[in-house]
């Protein structure tokens, strides 16, 4: 995984218009905010560009541009200087938001966009994998989240019975 | 050093902190030996499953 020479590719795609926006998610997303985890891809959540004359988005564009790079597909992956790359769609009203608020950072003064740590547990809360619920414990335990902005989310994405779970199964023995 | 766990869960937890505050950059770095090294497993894992079939 060689995440600054990822940014830089994804930089260039979007100043080449292929994608609007673009937010880091996933495991290299949270260790903007938590200590550092193995992970052996990459997530990039796009919004992408509808192709003239379809109603579907299509990540085709985003295929076409890196493979004139010469960069390899594998499965779902496109494999950027030895790191596997998946391109997201936003797959709802929260990743929508969360790609309109997601903050600049800055990896060795290459700027990188990635979600805020609140939409980052709120999106794991959502999808609810074991890992997920893991990393949300993380967020918790490590106080890197603004708790009355992670619960506005919360509430108006509809998550409350989810976070009450979460809650009760992970939380109440916290001392 | 003791085997009290209360005590073993809480420097784990004060290790995570402080790793967790680390420089963004040291960060990643930390993160692509990790990933290089749950790569390595994955493939040593791969090797082992296809050498006793």
Same mark, same amino acid.
């Given at each position: !995984?060689?995440?600054?020479? !990822?940014?830089?590719?994804?930089?260039?795609?979007?100043?080449?218009?292929?994608?609007?926006? =673009?937010?880091?998610?996933?495991?290299?997303?949270?260790?903007? =905010?938590?200590?550092?985890?193995?992970?052996?891809?990459?997530?990039?959540? !796009?919004?992408?560009?509808?192709?003239?004359?379809?109603?579907?988005?299509?990540?085709?564009?985003?295929?076409?541009?890196?493979?004139?790079?010469? =960069?390899?597909?594998?499965?779902?992956?496109?494999?950027?200087?030895?790191?596997?790359?998946?391109?997201?769609?936003?797959?709802?009203?929260?990743?929508?938001?969360?790609?309109?608020?997601?903050?600049?950072?800055?990896?060795?003064?290459?700027?990188?966009? !990635?979600?805020?740590?609140?939409?980052?547990?709120?999106?794991?809360?959502?999808?609810?994998?074991?890992?997920?619920?893991?990393?949300?414990?993380?967020?918790?335990?490590?106080?890197?989240?603004?708790?009355?902005?992670?619960?506005?989310?919360?509430?108006?994405?509809?998550?409350?019975?989810?976070?009450?779970?979460?809650?009760?199964?992970?939380?109440?023995?916290?001392? | 050093?003791?085997?009290?766990?209360?005590?073993?869960?809480?420097?784990?937890?004060?290790?995570?902190?402080?790793?967790?505050?680390?420089?963004?950059?040291?960060?990643?770095?930390?993160?692509?030996?990790?990933?290089?090294?749950?790569?390595?497993?994955?493939?040593?894992?791969?090797?082992?499953?296809?050498?006793?079939?």
């Amino acid at each position: !995984v060689n995440i600054q020479q !990822v940014l830089q590719v994804i930089n260039q795609m979007q100043s080449d218009a292929i994608i609007e926006r =673009y937010a880091v998610g996933g495991a290299v997303g949270a260790t903007f =905010y938590l200590e550092p985890v193995a992970t052996l891809d990459v997530d990039i959540f !796009v919004a992408f560009q509808p192709e003239p004359g379809h109603l579907i988005v299509s990540p085709k564009a985003i295929f076409d541009y890196l493979a004139r790079r010469g =960069y390899a597909m594998e499965g779902e992956y496109v494999v950027i200087t030895g790191t596997p790359v998946q391109f997201l769609p936003t797959n709802g009203p929260l990743v929508e938001e969360g790609l309109e608020e997601a903050v600049t950072h800055h990896l060795d003064g290459i700027p990188a966009r !990635v979600f805020t740590a609140e939409h980052l547990a709120a999106i794991a809360l959502q999808t609810g994998r074991a890992k997920d619920k893991a990393r949300l414990l993380q967020f918790v335990e490590e106080g890197a989240l603004d708790s009355a902005r992670f619960k506005d989310i919360v509430t108006r994405h509809g998550l409350e019975t989810q976070w009450q779970r979460f809650e009760r199964q992970f939380l109440d023995d916290i001392p | 050093m003791s085997f009290d766990l209360q005590k073993i869960i809480e420097s784990k937890r004060a290790l995570r902190r402080k790793l967790a505050s680390k420089p963004l950059a040291e960060k990643m770095r930390l993160l692509e030996q990790l990933s290089e090294r749950a790569a390595s497993i994955k493939r040593a894992r791969s090797a082992s499953k296809s050498d006793s079939k």
